[in-house]
């Protein structure tokens, strides 16, 4: 069974309205996570790293404000997109590693796809 | 500049024969490879880890080698079923392992 949980897995909504997306580890504690964000026939691109109980570390061009991400919990991680426009429409992706290293074996969540009209 | 490189073709193979997937990559120094599945409008699904002092490694059907001479890994399915018709994408760590780099992966379709 899933041991990261994403949701929504859709969704779609006007210019300006800002969505925000859960990750929840399942069974095990997360201390680090990781959104990415994935068009079409391309690489997941990393947005940033989410770390429990301190800011997240985004990579280079991602806006900070735009793509806020909390780690309040052990299990859970949130990115919302703040006042999203038509630009964001994608697939956004979380993925939570065992063992909290990346270079281990990281389980994914099954992804949200944003559609902003 | 640094690159992950997956043959962008789709492959298309048939059932029974043997899919080979490659993985090059380019001014990276992994120390482990990790390859996984991808389904349409799923997230990706772990397969197998190899560490750089590793040749090969096998699970069930799958067998992936690791050649840190050539900056390669190959991506083996054997026996292969419609089944595994999906994209397989190769990820390496970076910057000392606090980052996880992936391809854009390869479509395989195996044909009944």
């Known amino acids: 069974g899933a041991v990261v949980s994403q949701h929504p897995s859709r969704v779609i909504c006007k210019s300006g309205t800002s969505v925000k997306i859960e990750c929840r580890s399942l069974?095990?504690?997360?201390?680090?996570m990781f959104w990415y964000r994935q068009f079409p026939k391309q690489s997941l691109m990393l947005m940033a790293t989410?770390?429990?109980?301190?800011?997240?570390?985004?990579e280079q061009g991602v806006e900070k404000d735009k793509f806020l991400i909390n780690h309040a919990s052990l299990t859970l991680s949130t990115l919302t997109v703040t006042s999203a426009h038509p630009e964001d429409s994608s697939f956004y992706i979380c993925?939570?590693?065992?063992?909290?290293?990346?270079?281990?074996?990281?389980?994914f969540g099954d992804g949200t796809r944003l559609s902003i009209l | 500049s640094q690159k992950i490189e997956q043959n962008s073709e789709a492959l298309n193979i048939q059932e029974g024969k043997t899919a080979t997937l490659t993985c090059n990559y380019t001014?990276?120094?992994?120390?482990?490879l990790q390859w996984y599945r991808q389904d349409p409008g799923r997230g990706p699904v772990f397969l197998l880890l190899i560490r750089e002092n590793e040749k090969e490694k096998r699970k069930e059907r799958l067998k992936v080698t690791f050649d840190t001479t050539l900056k390669q890994s190959l991506f083996h399915i054997t026996a292969s079923q419609p089944a595994d018709s999906a994209t397989y994408l190769c990820?390496?760590?970076?910057?000392?392992?606090?980052?996880?780099?992936f391809g854009a992966g390869t479509r395989l379709f195996v044909k009944a």
């Open positions: 993925s939570a590693p065992i063992g909290g290293r990346s270079n281990q074996p990281q389980h």
């Open positions: 069974d095990f504690q997360a201390t680090t």
């Open positions: 990820a390496l760590d970076d910057t000392g392992g606090f980052k996880t780099i």
């Open positions: 989410s770390n429990e109980g301190s800011k997240a570390t985004y």
């Open positions: 001014n990276y120094s992994p120390a482990y």
